[in-house]
């Protein structure tokens, strides 16, 4: 029961440290990528649509991305969608495909995104810390139900602590190689 907790925690904190490397992967270094556009819905026929199900996107250059949806009636609304997204980009439409050019990042946009990306390093600390206490209280119910012996569950205490501080130092491993690369001229 005790490995079933500490098992479960484990793999909950594995999709806090991939959701915070999603998260990273939103926000633009020097380099425009597909992925910067995934947090995007669009609204499709009255729909929240994620914009990879309705467009396929292409770098040709690495400050520019076209996007062209599968949809041509989809157009304007994709559009729409980029524009109010916190991209910061005007896609230009050229009827067939959308073109979002990003700008050169100064010195103060890369400063914004560290702030953004500490932020995001933050809600991902956050998320592993509620995981361990939730996994706390479930080891210490078993204490008082019982189930398990004190010195079980201090074990199980100090597994779950090291295995918090693996996932907290992961998110913070993240963090600085996502500085670096936004530092990076």
Same mark, same amino acid.
């Given at each position: ?10 793999? /909950?904190?594995? /999709?806090?440290? &991939?959701?915070?490397?999603? &998260? +990273?992967?939103? !926000? ?8 910067? +556009?995934?947090? !995007? #819905?669009? =609204? ?12 396929? +996107? ?11 949806? +599968? ?23 050229? %009827? /067939? !495909? ?35 206490? @939730?996994? @706390?209280?479930? #080891?210490?119910?078993?204490? @008082? ?5 004190? &010195? =079980?569950?201090? %074990?199980?205490? @100090?597994?779950? =602590? ?6 907290? =130092?992961?998110? &913070?491993?993240?963090? /600085? ?9």
């Amino acid at each position: 029961m005790i490995n079933d907790i500490l098992n479960e925690a484990d793999s /909950k904190m594995v /999709k806090s440290v &991939d959701s915070t490397r999603e &998260d +990273f992967a939103t !926000i633009r270094a020097g380099r425009a990528t597909p992925q910067m +556009f995934n947090k !995007i #819905l669009v =609204d499709y026929y009255g729909t929240p649509t994620p914009i990879q199900q309705l467009a396929s +996107f292409t770098s040709p250059e690495p400050r520019i991305i076209n996007i062209a949806p +599968f949809d041509i009636g989809a157009m304007a609304n994709v559009e729409k969608a980029i524009r109010d997204s916190d991209l910061g980009v005007n896609p230009s439409n050229d %009827g /067939k !495909i959308l073109r979002a050019v990003f700008p050169e990042l100064t010195e103060e946009r890369r400063k914004e995104y560290i702030k953004l990306a500490k932020e995001k390093a933050e809600q991902g600390r956050v998320s592993v810390r509620q995981v361990r206490q @939730k996994a @706390k209280q479930s #080891l210490e119910k078993l204490e @008082k139900d019982g189930e398990a012996s004190k &010195d =079980d569950i201090t %074990g199980a205490e @100090k597994r779950l =602590d090291s295995l918090t501080k693996k996932h907290t =130092d992961a998110i &913070d491993d993240l963090l /600085k190689s996502k500085e670096a690369e936004l530092l990076e001229v």
